[in-house]
């Protein structure tokens, strides 16, 4: 199904362009705007509000006025609330998916993908809900009473990246809907309007005024950094790079916050001598080209068995030459643009430093020319263990290809990175992949498969690539704090 300029211009007409702050759709405190760019025209696709320091201060003082009585309101009703908006985002798939085509690129029908999995986030934090539980017991000298609570840790403070614009707000916001707390949401300036379109479902689908704030701003350092130092917030869940990641824990630690970090990765996505080398392409695919290779979770490094490379390389290379790159909105468009300008050059400069140092190309490799940021499926294989490439997040669509002779030389090349976020690896032998699952440093693992993302499944990484988990049982866990109640023994009077 082709999409008209009409229908763009609708789906662009859905989105509130303020900023959300106390239940009120409002311009920022100083008046100032953004514009929001299309990658694929580098076009402006709207103007939106760009929250200024005292809109952060107001979006606080809502989030820390509406704390109490929200995270009293019953299980049952916030559960109800986040099933409408699972409903209502689900009703509106086509919408949502041509919004994040048109502010991140990502084609249309896999856009259709992000909005069923950030739904589904949704949907599963509705079904945690009501299934948050303390425990009672006796202490080991009977003496008293140990009784253990949960609470909502209390207000907090989101900052998401631009590459999933739906999925990363709704793992936030579903879990901390699920927990009781308030929050302010602060989407990356390159896409924040399927964000503003999330906060509005939300405002229809019944969640009170005050509860979700949004301020997307241009100066996100300037805004966020006295919130963070505000002793009303409680929470700090942050997607995004290790760099910024880094100071924000370094911002956080004057007043304790509790803090999630969803940071970079390096993914391995390894191949054994025995795999099915098909397959293996097909897991290859997805772990690379998902979301162009601009995701954390993407195959950075292909570490395949010297006796497989060849023929691995040739399929690879061969499968992702034949895709078509072109805007998202394109009937049958595989690969859309990269974000902007300066994303594109530096997946550039990497490709180029490491064809300098011996990597043969084997597709792709050159900007095409014309509008908007696109970059072509790139295959390197031979790449020298010196080449920047194996040691950088590269989000986009590259696939350096090393080779490897043992399984311990395979682990020791996987873990060979700050990052620990996810690896991928492919082999018949079951036993082996289990011994990969204990040996391999990440937080996640998917073995013969190219992509482990599930709403149901705790996510997250070790080492660089950050602390806690979203999702999964686990998800809720992060906006909980544990309160024991000590209690004389009922039985002495
Ligand atoms: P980024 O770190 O540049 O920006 C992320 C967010 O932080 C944006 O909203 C940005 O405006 C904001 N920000 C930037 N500087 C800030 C500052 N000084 N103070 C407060 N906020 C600030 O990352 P990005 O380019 O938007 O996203 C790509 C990165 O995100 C990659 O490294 C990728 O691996 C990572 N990522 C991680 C996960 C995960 O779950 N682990 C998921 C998606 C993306």
Redesign the pocket.
């Known amino acids: 199904m082709s999409i008209s300029r009409q229908d763009e211009e609708r789906v662009l007409n859905l989105v509130p362009k303020q900023i959300y702050v106390a239940g009120e759709w409002r311009a920022s405190a100083d008046g100032s705007t953004f514009p929001v760019i299309d990658p694929a025209t580098g076009l402006v696709l709207a103007e939106v509000a760009s929250a200024a320091v005292a809109d952060g201060d107001a979006a606080l003082t809502s989030a820390h006025q509406h704390q109490e009585a929200w995270g009293r309101t019953a299980p049952r009703v916030r559960a109800e609330i986040l099933r409408r908006a699972f409903e209502k985002v689900t009703e509106m798939a086509d919408d949502f998916a041509l919004l994040m085509s048109l502010e991140m690129g990502k084609p249309v029908a896999e856009a259709r993908g992000e909005v069923a999995y950030g739904a589904e986030f949704l949907r599963w934090f509705s079904e945690q809900t009501a299934h948050v539980t303390g425990r009672y017991s006796p202490a080991p000298d009977g003496k008293m009473r140990i009784m253990v609570n949960k609470r909502p840790v209390g207000p907090s403070l989101f900052?998401?990246?631009?590459?999933?614009p739906l999925a990363?707000a709704t793992r936030k916001i579903g879990a901390a809907i699920a927990a009781g707390c308030t929050m302010i949401i602060?989407?990356?300036?390159l896409t924040p309007l399927t964000t503003l379109l999330l906060a509005k479902v939300l405002e229809e689908v019944g969640l009170p005024k005050g509860v979700l704030n949004v301020i997307q701003t241009e100066r996100?350092?300037a805004v966020?950094?006295p919130i963070i130092k505000d002793s009303r917030l409680r929470k700090l869940s942050?997607?995004?790079?290790?760099?910024?990641g880094r100071?924000?824990i370094a911002d956080s630690a004057e007043q304790v916050l509790r803090v999630s970090m969803?940071?970079?990765?390096n993914a391995p996505f390894i191949v054994f001598a025995d795999a099915n080398l098909d397959k293996a392409v097909d897991g290859a695919i997805l772990a690379k080209l998902r979301n162009m290779g601009e995701?954390?979770t993407a195959a950075n490094r292909m570490i395949v068995h010297e006796s497989v490379a060849d023929e691995f390389s040739r399929k690879l290379a061969d499968r992702m030459a034949a895709l078509k790159v072109a805007r998202g909105t394109e009937d049958g468009a595989n690969i859309g643009p990269i974000i902007d300008a300066k994303s594109r050059d530096s997946i550039h400069e990497l490709v180029e430093d490491a064809v300098s140092k011996g990597a043969r190309l084997l597709t792709g490799g050159s900007i095409p020319t014309g509008d908007g940021f696109f970059y072509p499926p790139t295959v390197l294989a031979s790449v020298p263990k010196d080449a920047r490439i194996l040691s950088e997040?590269i989000?986009g669509p590259v696939a350096p290809i090393v080779t490897f002779k043992t399984e311990d030389e395979a682990i020791s090349l996987a873990n060979n990175t700050e990052y620990g976020?996810v690896a991928y690896a492919f082999t018949k032998d079951l036993n082996r992949g289990l011994r990969l699952g204990e040996r391999l440093e990440v937080g996640m693992f998917g073995l013969n498969t190219g992509i482990v993302s599930n709403p149901a499944a705790p996510?997250g990484?070790v080492k660089a690539?950050?602390l806690g988990r979203e999702g999964g049982v686990e998800g809720i866990e992060e906006y909980l704090e544990t309160v024991y109640v000590g209690i004389a023994d009922p039985f002495e009077d």
């Open positions: 900052i998401t990246p631009w590459n999933f990363m602060k989407p990356a300036a996100s350092g966020t950094g942050f997607t995004g790079s290790t760099g910024v100071r924000l969803e940071l970079g990765g995701a954390c997040e989000f976020l996510f990484g690539s950050g």
